[in-house]
Nanobody, 124 residues
């Protein structure tokens, strides 16, 4: 059974930074594409970023491109999301997810495993 646990969320002022972490246990981490999604109140869950199992390929939503960076450390079974220049519109619960595939995908329906989420709140 795969378990994912996010951490690093919190309250930050607009323009600030946060680094989210997602620790993965239970299966061979490096076989999974890892993604970050977010869900704001009253909105559907949306794709944020994804990274291939080698780390050599990344994909970002247009809304975060140039501000967020996804990375992974396969030795530590952990994926990260560095978020800079945060905006109030980034306020949401952020989820990490695992997809047993070789390509980065943006559709949440493809992802097999999910964490419970971590709250990010950006004040103006």
């Amino acid at each position: 059974q795969v378990q994912l646990k996010e951490s690093g969320g919190g309250l930050v002022q607009a323009g600030g930074s946060l680094r989210l972490s997602c620790a993965v246990s239970g299966r061979i981490f490096r076989n999974y594409v890892m993604g970050w999604f977010r869900q704001a109140p009253g909105k559907e869950r949306e794709f944020v970023a994804a990274i291939s199992f080698s780390g050599g390929s990344t994909h970002y939503a247009d809304s975060v491109k140039g501000r967020f960076t996804i990375s992974r450390d396969n030795a530590k079974n952990t994926v990260y999301l560095q978020m800079n220049s945060l905006e109030p519109e980034d306020t949401a619960v952020y989820y990490c997810a695992g997809d047993y595939t070789t390509i980065t995908r943006t559709n949440s329906g493809y992802y097999d495993y999910w964490g419970q989420g971590t709250q990010v709140t950006v004040s103006s």
